[in-house]
């Protein structure tokens, strides 16, 4: 693609010192008319370089170089999994997730925010006006799919990114785990195969685990993605009946899949007869703040089920998602929806409903991926200076997460062990693999209450790790 060749014309640019960090890069008018190219072309090429996290955009000012390339490496990609596996991770997620409850821990573990990222007076306002508008409402139960309010606020956000939806495709659930769970209980039995990210987000491996299936780790690149290559060689082989993937902002390493990508990946399984599980919870914290397209806004045949929550945007504690099927599976994803739970809590979906209507997402949306933009340079500038150069570390797209690579010898299961004694708390790599893979890894949550705690926990970290090479 044309503007994916002039954001690398510009990514090298930057890289070799022609245009330093803080630099202002030439206006998109002017690299329209010097390099005779459409200005839309341009535009494209400026957005897809703050995707990278490379450039910013500051308002009536331009575009500005954000940073050199970092000191460390990236992580590797994995390697291809010989076949479908069984999931058992139960246990070790449960000992994270202890140790994140207690109050005196520094918690890199658990992927939430710290609330001062999420707009809480703007939360207890929208709470405050349903409680006295809606007050015997909001003490009935508001069964499958959802309140419409709520339903017809996200349908109307999701046809900005593109997806034309009705409100009548979506069903609210407690969370956007619960809406990977209830969408693979649609198009998956017991024993059944998924495809899935290596690695990937713990808590889908805690759904297959618990629904039975099994998972075929598809080797991911930490700067461009799962490897579409790989993964059409695992359909024609195994046959998944189901694809889960994280393609804005992927759990744990960050990656964004380039549009094009987001496009064939659609059209793979539409090939390949094979549903796609898209989990969008990190969708709105793209680095440059605008939202990123959805693979549910290319799917025209009904294989994507959209998955996602305002827990990493909005609210960590209204534990609200949604899930959106296709017009066929409607009935039957409502009824194993009340089978789950019967009802997600009504005061909290109207509260968001209200939010949604009254506030200035946009807005909120910016600030958010700013705030996120600076917790994750300065959280990266700080394992670099205290850690060894021979440790690797993700660069993110967006969000608030960290994924770092040790030295082979490191077993970061037991580093957690050690690293609680002394109240911090990380999530270890084998958490994010079914089969055992990532031991030398973790993932560090960067969106801490302050600076000062997050270079505490780096320095014992720093310590722990330095003792061990």
């Not at 994995?78 to 139960?90: F, Q, Y």
């Not at 799919?145 to 609210?172: H, K, N, Q, T, W």
């Amino acid at each position: 693609m044309l503007y994916e060749s002039l954001a690398d014309s510009f990514a090298h640019q930057i890289e070799t010192g022609v245009y330093p960090m803080g630099t202002k890069l030439p206006s998109v008018r002017r690299t329209s008319v010097e390099l005779d190219l459409s200005v839309s072309t341009c535009v494209r090429a400026y957005h897809e370089l703050e995707r990278r996290g490379v450039i910013e955009a500051r308002p009536r000012s331009g575009f500005f170089v954000l940073s050199n390339s970092p000191v460390s490496a990236l992580p590797t990609i994995p390697s291809e999994a010989e076949r479908p596996v069984p999931v058992s991770c139960r246990d070790r997620i449960l000992r994270m997730l202890d140790a994140a409850a207690e109050p005196d821990m520094i918690n890199f573990g658990a992927a939430s925010p710290h609330p001062e990222f999420m707009p809480s007076a703007a939360i207890a306002k929208a709470s405050n006006r349903i409680w006295h508008t809606a007050r015997r409402r909001c003490m009935t139960q508001a069964f499958p799919p959802g309140a419409f309010e709520l339903r017809a606020e996200i349908a109307g956000r999701l046809g900005m990114a593109s997806c034309e939806v009705s409100p009548d495709d979506l069903v609210v659930t407690n969370g956007c785990q619960a809406s990977m769970t209830l969408a693979l209980a649609l198009v998956c039995k017991p024993g059944d195969i998924v495809a899935v990210e290596s690695p990937t987000y713990y808590g889908l491996l805690e759904v297959l685990e618990q629904r039975g299936l099994k998972a075929l780790p598809i080797p991911t690149d930490p700067e461009t993605g799962i490897s579409l290559e790989l993964l059409q060689k695992a359909l024609k082989r195994w046959k998944p009946k189901a694809i889960a993937v994280t393609p804005t902002i992927s759990n744990p390493m960050g990656v964004t899949l380039a549009e094009e990508k987001k496009k064939n990946l659609v059209r793979l399984a539409e090939k390949y007869d094979t549903p796609i599980i898209e989990d969008d919870v990190y969708g709105e914290l793209v680095a440059s703040g605008r939202r990123s397209r959805p693979l549910k806004s290319w799917d025209h045949s009904g294989m994507v089920y959209y998955c996602s929550s305002a827990t990493k945007t909005i609210s960590a504690g209204l534990r609200v998602g949604w899930v959106l099927v296709p017009t066929a599976r409607r009935v039957e994803a409502r009824y194993q929806q009340y089978l789950a739970s019967v009802s997600v809590n009504t005061s909290a979906q109207l509260t968001l409903a209200n939010y949604l209507s009254t506030a200035n997402i946009h807005r909120h949306m910016n600030i958010a991926a700013r705030g996120y933009r600076r917790c994750r340079r300065e959280f990266v500038q700080q394992l670099e200076a205290k850690l060894p150069a021979s440790v690797s570390i993700s660069r993110p797209h967006g969000g608030f997460l960290i994924w770092v690579e040790l030295p082979k010898h490191i077993d970061t299961t037991e580093l957690l062990s050690s690293a609680l004694e002394r109240n911090v708390t990380f999530a270890p790599g084998e958490l994010f693999s079914p089969d055992g893979e990532f031991k030398n890894c973790l993932r560090l949550n960067s969106a801490l209450e302050s600076a000062e705690m997050s270079a505490q926990g780096i320095n014992i970290l720093s310590e722990l790790i330095s003792g061990q090479m």
